[in-house]
Structures are given as C-alpha cells and as structure tokens.
C-alpha cells in the first residue's frame, strides 16, 4: 500500500512559478513510475506529465512543454512538479499518482493504483 501526500499549491500571478511536492510512503519508491494530473471542475482528470521509477523516462505534456519540469528523489521518496511562467489555464487542483509497474509513463489514469488528495493550484493576479 502506498500512501501519496501533496502540497505546495497556492494562489501565484501569472507568470510565477511554483513547485508541488508528492512525499508517498512505504516501501520501493522506486519501483513506481509516478505522475501528474490535474482537474478542473466539470472536466476529466487530465495528465500532466510523469516519470518513470528510474527517472529513464519523463514526459510532460505539450501545453505545459517548456514551462512545467517532473523530477524525483527516490531517497526523499518525493517527487516534485516544477511550474514556472503558470498561466491563468493551468489553474487546477494537482494530484499526484503512483503506477506500481514502474517502467515507462502511461497517459490513462486507469493505469495508477494510488493518488493523492489533490492541491489547489489559483493562477490569478
């Protein structure tokens, strides 16, 4: 069993930059392949990037390329969402998930077995 804690959103201006923190617990953090969603009311949970247990495969998606970067720290068992230049679209609440297969990123959130409880994300001025 994997327990996944968010935090780190918040209220930023346009432009800003935050970063999202994913501490999960248990055992073999690195096993899991781990990601990014975010939702906003009335809409599906939408991915936003992942990365794979042993950092071999990272992705993001095309409208935050550029802006938004995944990273890990298998000894913190952390996994981090570096939001830089947000914009007024990229407000959200932000969960964190964890694939216990490992190997690649999957895009379907049907493939995650654990998730966290969400951090609101505000892009306003």
């Known amino acids: 069993q994997v327990q996944l804690v968010e935090s780190g959103g918040g209220l930023v201006p346009p432009g800003g930059s935050l970063r999202l923190s994913c501490v999960a617990s248990g055992r073999a953090f690195n096993h899991y392949s781990m990601a990014w969603f975010r939702q906003v009311p009335g809409k599906n949970r939408e991915f936003v990037g992942g990365?794979?247990?042993?950092?071999?495969?990272?992705y993001v998606i095309g409208s935050v390329k550029g802006r938004f970067t995944i990273s890990r720290d298998n000894a913190q068992n952390t996994v981090y969402l570096q939001m830089n230049m947000v914009k007024s679209e990229d407000t959200a609440v932000y969960y964190c998930a964890a694939d216990r297969r490992g190997a690649g990123v999957s895009l379907s959130r049907l493939e995650y077995e654990y998730w966290g409880q969400g951090t609101q994300v505000t892009v306003s001025s």
């Open positions: 990365i794979s247990g042993g950092s071999v495969t990272n």
